[in-house]
């Protein structure tokens, strides 16, 4: 047989179609990227971002007609005004071979330049940009330089055997897990007393010499915002707070004889030592609330707050009303610290923060050292005249004001701070001559004021 000719070998097989269960196969990881890729809008091209928001970039239309140049939208909008991508492309070469020649080095890509925001990224405001942003956390080296101005703040050597007690004491002063049982014996029907470690510490420390009380409330002040040892208030009260009396029964006349009791009754003895001086026990003098949430509240708690002549509230959160604060504030302060302060509740206009800081001047009068640095909120030449001017009757003592971390517009400064040093993030030029118009402004406000001393002023 011709093997040309048909077998009809395909006629031979069942004419039963065997049922295939066609089972969908995964997609690759391209094609998944692929997929993301189209379904999301494409960003707008490198060289398109910097052009202005006034000129109008011509695109093809997709309708057009048979001419190809006289289409609807074709190039005849480029003849209208419509800017051509090539012209803007040229236009970004000979920016970048401009940058390359004012420049030391090879100038940087233009991907390194701000930019428009992309279609996939939300647009925020460059004003209100710093209000969304998360907050960063506060470091140990910060709150270091909130009490750097305060010579009377108590200074603990580091790698002691004291500062190792000390934050083995933090460790343990908020532990609320319970420790100890103690059920009245014959009493079963009375629930068990439970103790914690916290609560035995915080008994106990108030029977401390005083000079390790403040450095125990100084050590807990340095420690950062995402430290799980912070302190709350009651442990605060309780450093704060002198030991209880040992017989609290007990008064002056209490333990005299009866003859002491005549003579004191006749006016003669030792009920007419007037002259005799009076011993008193050493009190706290300086007092550190860093990182503070509400510290108008827990002042009036503190017990003995008249002998408080030094107060650090480095980066805790003032009221908006300020005169609540200062209500609360001693008069004998004289040193106070407002490192990195900032105003909650309600948006206060800078009216208001004028006439807060009028009110605070007027009632600290013996306030030598004052330590504004580094504020968070818009601390402008307006606000500080009206915490100083006039000289006589706001701040009459100050001696010492501490501006560092201020610009030309009184906001605070975008920094790095490394190995203690300040850097500016925008530019060193503009930042030097906003911070040196910033000092002649300040300057200037201090000399006439009226002061009869001089005011060194630190920045």
Same mark, same amino acid.
Do not use: C, M
């Given at each position: 047989m011709p093997k040309h000719l048909p077998t009809f070998k395909h006629? @031979?097989?069942?004419? !039963? !179609?065997?049922?295939?269960?066609?089972?969908?196969?995964?997609?690759?990881?391209?094609d998944l990227l692929s997929?993301?890729?189209?379904?999301?809008?494409?960003d707008v091209p490198p060289h398109l971002n910097g052009t202005s928001t006034n000129e109008r970039v011509w695109a093809p239309s997709p309708i057009a007609s048979t001419c190809g140049t006289s289409g609807i939208g074709g190039l005849v909008e480029v003849e209208n005004g419509g800017v051509h991508p090539a012209e803007i492309l040229r236009r970004n070469n000979i920016a970048h071979r401009q940058a390359s020649r004012s420049v030391a080095g090879?100038?940087?890509?233009?991907?390194?330049?701000?930019? !428009?925001?992309?279609?996939?990224?939300?647009?925020?405001?460059?004003? #209100?940009?710093?209000?969304?942003?998360?907050? !960063?956390?506060?470091?140990?080296?910060?709150?270091?330089?909130?009490?750097?101005?305060?010579?009377?703040s108590p200074i603990t050597q580091s790698n002691t055997l004291v500062e190792h007690c000390l934050r083995t004491v933090l460790r343990y002063l908020e532990d609320d897990q319970p420790i100890l049982y103690s059920p009245e014996e014959g009493n079963s029907d009375e629930p068990e007393e439970s103790y914690t470690l916290g609560e035995i510490l915080r008994e106990q420390i108030p029977y401390l010499s005083l000079h390790l009380r403040s450095s125990l409330l100084h050590t807990a002040s340095l420690l950062p915002s995402t430290s799980q040892h912070r302190l709350s208030d009651k442990s605060i009260l309780a450093i704060s707070s002198d030991p209880p009396p040992?017989?609290?029964? @007990?008064?002056f006349g209490d333990g005299l004889r009866e003859s002491d009791k005549q003579n004191q009754d006749d006016g003669i003895g030792i009920g007419n030592d007037w002259d005799a001086p009076s011993i008193s026990e050493p009190t706290?003098? #300086?007092?550190?609330?860093?990182? #503070?949430?509400s510290p108008q509240s827990i002042l009036p708690r503190i017990p003995n707050l008249s002998s408080i002549t030094s107060l650090n509230l480095g980066y805790s959160t003032l009221p908006s009303d300020l005169d609540r604060l200062v209500s609360v504030l001693p008069a004998g302060l004289r040193e106070l610290s407002l490192v990195g302060t900032t105003f909650g509740g309600k948006v206060i206009s800078e009216d208001g923060l004028r006439r807060g800081f009028g009110t605070l001047g007027r009632k600290l009068i013996v306030l030598k050292i004052l330590d504004l640095s580094f504020p968070r909120?818009?601390?402008t030449p307006k606000i500080l005249e009206g915490l100083l001017?006039?000289?006589?009757?706001?701040?009459?003592? @100050?001696?010492?004001?501490?501006?560092?971390?201020?610009?030309?517009?009184?906001?605070?400064?975008e920094r790095s701070v490394v190995d203690g040093i300040t850097k500016c993030d925008h530019g060193g030029t503009d930042c030097i001559q906003g911070v040196n118009k910033m000092k002649k402004?300040?300057?200037? @406000?201090?000399?006439?004021?009226?002061?009869?001393?001089?005011?060194?002023?630190?920045w």
């Open positions: 006629l @031979l097989h069942s004419s !039963q !179609q065997v049922q295939r269960t066609d089972t969908k196969s995964e997609k690759s990881v391209n997929s993301s890729r189209n379904a999301r809008p494409r090879p100038a940087p890509p233009p991907s390194w330049r701000p930019s !428009q925001s992309s279609s996939s990224t939300t647009d925020i405001a460059p004003g #209100h940009a710093h209000a969304t942003r998360s907050p !960063q956390p506060i470091t140990t080296w910060q709150l270091k330089l909130s009490t750097s101005l305060l010579s009377n040992d017989r609290p029964g @007990l008064t706290l003098t #300086h007092l550190s609330l860093t990182l #503070h949430s909120f818009e601390l001017l006039p000289g006589k009757t706001k701040l009459p003592s @100050l001696r010492v004001l501490g501006l560092r971390g201020l610009k030309e517009d009184g906001a605070n400064l402004e300040v300057v200037e @406000l201090l000399r006439n004021s009226g002061r009869s001393k001089y005011v060194e002023s630190i």
